[in-house]
């Protein structure tokens, strides 16, 4: 079975984009255009990785990231947050928006445009580790 990737993005042309990398690279990838859709798939779908826009509209993806912790169901899911957002202070927020003891929001954090092959040793970094933790 193909490691599935939910990818959150609300510009459609980056998240075809997005699909079309991962899918090439062998990975089942599931989209959702906005925060609150992304949410409901994250806790239907068992996604194995989130890629995650932050400027979303709605719920955007810091929210959407401190939820994700919230719930037990999506807590362990790794995060790859993928924003054009580049300051310094974007990043540590990003990776400080854990709930109920979590340190950890994000576990990674990519800034756009960004080349497809660093998204794609990024999922695969992030998973390789999320294995190791794991067994």
Do not use: W
Request: one cysteine or more; charged letters at 25%.
């Amino acid at each position: 079975m193909a490691i599935k990737i939910l990818i959150i993005e609300d510009d459609i042309s980056t998240s075809q984009f997005l699909s079309y990398t991962m899918e090439h690279k062998g990975y089942q990838a599931i989209t959702a255009l906005d925060g609150t859709d992304g949410l409901k798939k994250a806790l239907t779908g068992k996604p194995d990785l989130i890629i995650l826009d932050i400027m979303l509209p709605g719920l955007d993806g810091f929210e959407l990231c401190h939820r994700l912790r919230a719930y037990p169901a999506t807590a362990d899911i790794p995060v790859l947050i993928l924003s054009a957002k580049a300051l310094a202070a974007d990043r540590i927020a990003a990776f400080k928006v854990g709930a109920n003891g979590y340190k950890v929001g994000a576990n990674g954090y990519i800034v756009k445009p960004a080349d497809p092959a660093k998204i794609v040793d990024a999922v695969k970094n992030i998973l390789n580790k999320k294995l190791q933790r794991e067994n």
